[in-house]
DNA sequence: CTTGACCTTCCAGTTGGTGGAACCTCTATA
DNA sequence: TATAGAGGTTCCACCAACTGGAAGGTCAAG
């Protein structure tokens, strides 16, 4: 199958794909006339990739989890320790955004917002902290 | 002062602070052996610099920002739309960070962790949706 | 006079792709 | 059979926002 119908099956872009080759993901035979030729176990890691990258894990994790994948022995505790340290990433973000919005909204909030230049967010990106 | 300095004084790496004067953020003078001279004015744009994109402002809307900060004409209600607009962009990455911490601690608790190869995680990944 | 800290420039790499140019190949239709 | 258009190929450059490292210049102390 041509990358065109790989990127349909899989909902990944053919440049993803593409790169997905080079950085050796996954590796379609080639036809006579130079195209990619995606076996339907490619697609298969293919969408394994779209699945885990969406889930927000990195390329390598997605490497380390397909290797899991491919492995026939490999403990279900290495992979389910993968998606909790993921989750523990997931609310370190979250805890982070959430005090962010805490002090941006604050400084909007305490801000006239009307067509004079006398604005407490600019004064605190400044250092300006009067009171 | 030296860059070392200005780079105590604002909370910035070295690196960083060439790199903010190779994008016009910042622009010391020279001293006669080629050093960078920073003024208290300039290291005051550092720190609002440093400060800003702690709070999640791209180096664009810093830019925006240092350009409004400079304008003593600014309509206070031009910054306190960008503050806004920041604190929506960061409810969209929070609920979304929350879909996906929904969706993996989901899959990690339907998983045994033990060293056996039965993985719900692994085989969700896989597009394998056995219930 | 040397040592070490600090400064300079420049180049490369990071993450995960995306956009574009130049060119090749296949298929359908006039 | 000529040709148009869709889709394939490679390669190179670019995005954000830095960071690391090499090679070399400068300064202050002992």
Do not use: W
């Not at 176990?41 to 994948?69: A, K, M, N, P, W």
Request: aromatic share 6%; proline share 5%; with cysteine.
């Amino acid at each position: 199958m041509n990358i065109g119908e790989a990127a349909k099956q899989s909902e990944l872009p053919p440049k993803t794909i593409r790169f997905y080759e080079e950085i050796d993901l996954v590796k379609p035979s080639r036809l006579g006339n130079g195209y990619r030729d995606y076996s339907p176990s490619d697609v298969h890691t293919l969408r394994f990739l779209q699945r885990s990258r969406s889930l927000g894990f990195t390329i390598e994790e997605c490497r380390l989890l397909l290797s899991l994948y491919a492995d026939d022995r490999r403990a279900s505790a290495d992979v389910k320790a993968l998606a909790n340290q993921k989750v523990a990433e997931i609310d370190r973000k979250i805890k982070e955004l959430r005090s962010l919005r805490k002090t941006l909204s604050t400084l909007a909030e305490n801000c006239h917002g009307n067509d004079k230049p006398d604005c407490p967010i600019i004064d605190d990106l400044a250092g300006e902290h009067r009171q």
